[in-house]
C-alpha cells in the first residue's frame, strides 16, 4: 500500500522547498491536500511524482511545484475571494481553499466540474463554488477578486479578468502561444497594471471567446 501523506512530506521537501518555495502557509496546504484523491484510481500511484498527469478530456492536473508556485505567487493571507479559471481536478482549489476565505472556480468541460465537485464534497471543501462556464468571461456576479489564478495557458491576459481584479489584487496566469508560455504575475495598481514575468511552463490552452478558439 502507498503511504500517501509521507509521499507528501516528501514531495514539499524535495520538489518545493529546493526550489524555493518558502510561504510557511502555502508548503502547509501542499502537505495537507490529499492530491491523488482528485485522480482517476487507476493513476494514483503516482499521484506525487514531479510531473503533471492526465485527468481525462485531454486535460491535466499540473505539476506540484506548479501548483505551490502560482499559489505563493498570489499572496495570500486568509482573508481573500479567489478567482480560478480551469477546475480540472479541483486540486488547485482545494489548495486555495485552504488559504483564502472563498474559492470560486470555472471549468467549460462539464465532466470535469462534476467529478472535482464530487471529489472536493467528499473532502469537505465547502467554501469552493464551481461554474461550468467559459472562464474567459470570469466570473462577474461575483466580482470584484482579491486574487485571480489562470490555470490554463493564454494568448494575451485577458481583459475582462483584469477588470474582474479588485485594485491592490494579483493575478498568475501562463502567457504566450498554444504549447509554451511564460508564467505572468500581475498587479493592480492605482497607477495602472504591473506585470511580471516568472518561469517559462506549458499549460493546456485556455479555450474560449477572450482565449485561443477551439
Ligand atoms: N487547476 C486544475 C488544472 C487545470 S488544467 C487542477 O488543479 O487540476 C486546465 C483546465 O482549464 C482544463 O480542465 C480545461 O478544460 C480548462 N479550461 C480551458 N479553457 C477554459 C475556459 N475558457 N474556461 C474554463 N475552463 C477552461
Partial sequence: MFNFEAERRRMVEVQLVTRGIHDPRVLNAMRNVPRHE???EAIRGTAYGDHALPIGESQT???PYMVALMTELLELTGSERVL???TGSGY???VLAELCAKVYTVERIKTLAANARAALDRLGYQRVAIKTFDGTYGWKDMAPFDAILVAAGAPEIP???VAQLREGGRMVIPVGERFSQQLV???K???GVV???SIPCVFVPLIGNHGWKE
Avoid: H, N, W
Fill in 38 to 40: 482528485f485522480m482517476p
Fill in 61 to 63: 492536473i499540473s505539476q
Fill in 84 to 86: 480560478e479559471i480551469g
Fill in 92 to 94: 488547485q482549489a482545494a
Fill in 159 to 161: 481583459e475582462s479578468l
Fill in 185 to 187: 504575475k500581475l498587479v
Fill in 189 to 191: 495598481t492605482p497607477e
Fill in 195 to 197: 506585470t511580471d514575468k
